[in-house]
């Protein structure tokens, strides 16, 4: 069974910086894409930044600048890298990957609040 564990989610002040981990497990083959969605209370779920395996990256607009997506393809794992944290980046962060031969998988989210 393919599973996401994430890690790092924490409280922050903000201006602050965290650093999200994900790793994938199982039989899950090569993955084409990973990434993070993230909610915050009240709101839809938004995209917020992804990388291929040839690490081609994207970001959301509100994060460009300020978080870095990077991965590891052997360790099938990816990191999101969060600078200057604002109160707006309080959501539950969602790791997802897309294997070469399988739907998107979702990771169970982590917190992240950012304070004042």
């Known amino acids: 069974q393919v599973r996401l564990a994430e890690s790092g989610g924490a409280l922050v002040q903000v201006g602050g910086s965290l650093r999200l981990s994900c790793a994938a497990s199982?039989?899950?083959?090569?993955?084409?894409?990973m990434g993070w969605w993230r909610q915050a209370p009240g709101k839809q779920r938004e995209f917020v930044a992804s990388i291929t395996n040839g690490a081609i990256t994207n970001y959301a607009d509100s994060v460009k600048g300020r978080f870095t997506i990077s991965n590891d393809n052997a360790k099938n794992t990816v990191h999101l890298q969060m600078n200057s944290l604002e109160l707006e980046d309080t959501a539950v962060y969602y790791c997802?990957?897309?294997?070469?031969?399988?739907?998107?998988?979702w990771g169970q989210g982590t917190q992240v609040t950012v304070s004042s």
């Open positions: 997802y990957c897309i294997p070469a031969l399988s739907s998107r998988i």
């Open positions: 199982g039989s899950i083959g090569r993955i084409n894409f």
